[in-house]
């Protein structure tokens, strides 16, 4: 049974970075494209952000202990996990992801402006699958003779006893 928890793709995929941690692939397999929101987490400048179940979030701090300390104090976390050399590991509600975010400093998703995407679009870039283009190879024919180069491997051959 899959646990029920916040899909931080659809909640905060536009404006942030999210990406499967490692063991989603073991579950589903090296190219799945399964959307299995257990397996979601955020990237962050000082560790990651992930669902923990329901509308909770986790957010895990690595080896940075003054934001271990800010996350600490933060009323709206509860410690869940604390380890040493500012290991820590966080429990808040997604209503809080905000303040959050603020100490963690998630990745953010490359934005593009509008005239930006007109300009790709009139360069012909399309989004998602781009066609392939076939190419036809054909027999090279040249009208130029042919040059003898047989000169300089003669002086070549001569320089290494050949």
Same mark, same amino acid.
């Given at each position: ?13 536009? #404006? ?8 989603? $692939? ?6 799945? !494209? +399964?959307? =299995? ?8 400048? $000082? *560790? ?10 986790? *957010?895990? +701090? ?10 600490? #104090? ?19 509600? +997604?209503?809080? $992801? ?8 998630? !990745? ?10 007109? !300009? ?7 989004? *998602? ?13 040249? =009208?130029?003779?042919?040059? =003898?180069?047989?000169?300089? +491997? ?7 006893? *050949?």
């Amino acid at each position: 049974m899959k646990a029920n928890c916040v899909n931080l793709k659809k909640q905060f995929g536009r #404006r942030y970075k999210v990406v499967y941690e490692e063991s989603y $692939f073991a579950e589903h397999g090296q190219n799945a !494209r +399964v959307e =299995d929101s257990v397996y979601m987490l955020i990237p962050c400048r $000082f *560790g990651h952000l992930f669902p923990h179940g329901g509308d909770v979030l986790a *957010g895990s +701090v690595d080896g940075h202990p003054k934001v271990a300390n800010r996350m600490r #104090r933060l009323k709206c976390c509860r410690v869940h996990q604390d380890g040493d050399d500012g290991e820590l590991t966080v429990l808040f509600d +997604v209503a809080d $992801f905000d303040r959050v975010a603020k100490i963690m400093r998630p !990745r953010r998703r490359k934005q593009i402006s509008e005239a930006e995407r007109e !300009r790709l679009r009139a360069m012909g870039y399309q989004k *998602g699958h781009q066609s392939h283009v076939d190419v036809q190879f054909t027999a090279h024919t040249s =009208d130029a003779e042919p040059k =003898d180069d047989s000169e300089p +491997v003669q002086q070549q051959l001569g320089l290494f006893g *050949g």
